[in-house]
Antibody, heavy 122, light 107 residues
Framework: EVQLVESGGGLVKPGGSLRLSCAASGFTFSSYTINWVRQAPGMGLEWVSSVSGINNYIYYADSVKGRFTISRDNAKNSVFLQMDSLRAEDTAVYYCARVHRDGYLNDAFDIWGQGTMVTVSS | DIQMTQSPSSLSASVGDRVTITCRAS??????LAWYQQKPGRAPKLLLYSISRLQSGVPSRFSGSASGTDYTLTISSLQPEDFATYYCQQYSSPLLSTFGQGTKLEI
């Protein structure tokens, strides 16, 4: 079964750090761009970051640039999101999502994880 | 940045109704437009990509079209399981994939 499973969410104080993981299974992980998308409580979807499969092209939304770092380990079929200098407005469910076609940088997101909740509060 | 303006923000309808949801892109995005359905507490589900291509397993009552920079999702005959929130997404640029604000479809 093609699957993404996030972990690592939790409660953290403003200014703190958290590292999210996204474990993939059921497909050739190294061929696919993986994205992080977040959703604040009661709000819409916001794309956060992406990392391509082969050439490791990396992109960030302006709202997280300089604070979040995306990385991947193709040997472990995993993508990570290191979140530093966290703010209250980073509170959200964080989803990892796979692009639809292998080898594509830009594409729709066809496989999503179940999400992991990050709460930034003192 | 490419902005996606989605309308309406909410919509009341009945089983069997035909409904349309629209997204307007702030600039050209070619055919890089997808639609998602999200139910409470669940991850979004891809319905359509490349404007009008139906994702595997999605019922044919869902369809997509475009006119210029206006993109439309149509549900031809609402079923009880279709009541959810719908989002459009442009993916023409990897630098910033953007979503519309969402449309909550209610009974």
């Amino acid at each position: 079964e093609v699957q993404l499973v996030e972990s690592g969410g939790g409660l953290v104080k403003p200014g703190g750090s958290l590292r999210l993981s996204c474990a993939a299974s059921g497909f050739t992980f190294s061929s696919y761009t993986i994205n992080w998308v977040r959703q604040a409580p009661g709000m819409g979807l916001e794309w956060v970051s992406s990392v391509s499969g082969i050439n490791n092209y990396i992109y960030y939304a302006d709202s997280v640039k300089g604070r979040f770092t995306i990385s991947r380990d193709n040997a472990k079929n995993s993508v990570f999101l290191q979140m530093d200098s966290l703010r209250a407005e980073d509170t959200a469910v964080y989803y990892c999502a796979r692009v639809h076609r292998d080898g594509y940088l830009n594409d729709a997101f066809d496989i999503w994880g179940q999400g992991t909740m990050v709460t930034v509060s003192s | 940045d490419i902005q996606m303006t989605q309308s309406p923000s909410s919509l009341s309808a009945s089983v069997g109704d035909r409904v349309t949801i629209t997204c307007r892109a702030s600039q050209g995005i070619s055919n890089s437009l997808a639609w998602y359905q999200q139910k409470p507490g669940r991850a979004p589900k891809l319905l359509l990509y490349s404007i009008s291509r139906l994702q595997s397993g999605v019922p044919s009552r869902f369809s997509g079209s475009a006119s210029g920079t206006d993109y439309t999702l149509t549900i031809s005959s609402l079923q009880p399981e279709d009541f959810a929130t719908y989002y459009c997404q442009q993916y023409s640029s990897p630098l910033l994939s953007t979503f519309g604000q969402g449309t909550k479809l209610e009974i």
